[in-house]
C-alpha cells in the first residue's frame, strides 16, 4: 500500500507558477514510476507526466511540454511538478498518482495509487 498526500494548489494568474508536492508513505516509494494527472470539471481526468523510478525518464503531455516538469527525491519520498507559464486551460484538480511499474506511462490503469488531489485555478 502507498499512501499519497499532494499539497501546493492555489489560485495563480495566467503566466505564473506553482510547484506541486507528493509525499509518499507506505511501500518502497522508489520502485515505482510516478505521474501526475489533471481533471477539469465535467471532463475525464487526464494524464500530465510522468516519471521514472530512477527520475532519469520523463513523459509530458503535448499541451504541458516546455512549461511543466516533473521531478522526484526518493530519498524524501516526494515527487513535485513545477507549473511555470500557467494558463486558464490548466485549470483542475491534481493528482498524483504511483504505478504498478517502473517505467514512464501516460496510462491512467497502470496506477495503482492515487492522492485525494489538489486544486489549482489559473485566472485570466
Known amino acids: 500500500q502507498v499512501h499519497l498526500v499532494e499539497s501546493g494548489g492555489g489560485l495563480v494568474q495566467a503566466g505564473g507558477s506553482l510547484r506541486l508536492s507528493c509525499a509518499a508513505s507506505?511501500?518502497?516509494?522508489?520502485?515505482?514510476?510516478m505521474g501526475w494527472f489533471r481533471q477539469a470539471p465535467g471532463k475525464e481526468r487526464e494524464f500530465v507526466a510522468s516519471i521514472t523510478w530512477s527520475g532519469e525518464n520523463t513523459i509530458y503531455t503535448d499541451s504541458v511540454k516546455g512549461r511543466f516538469t516533473i521531478s522526484r527525491d526518493n530519498a524524501k519520498n516526494n515527487v513535485y511538478l513545477q507549473m511555470n507559464s500557467m494558463k486558464p486551460e490548466d485549470t483542475a484538480v491534481y493528482y498524483c498518482?504511483?504505478?504498478?511499474?517502473?517505467?514512464?506511462?501516460?496510462?491512467?490503469?497502470?496506477?495503482?495509487?492515487w492522492g485525494q488531489g489538489t486544486q489549482v485555478t489559473v485566472s485570466s
Open positions: 498518482a504511483a504505478a504498478g511499474v517502473a517505467t514512464v506511462t501516460a496510462q491512467i490503469r497502470r496506477y495503482a495509487y
Open positions: 507506505g511501500r518502497t516509494f522508489s520502485r515505482y514510476a
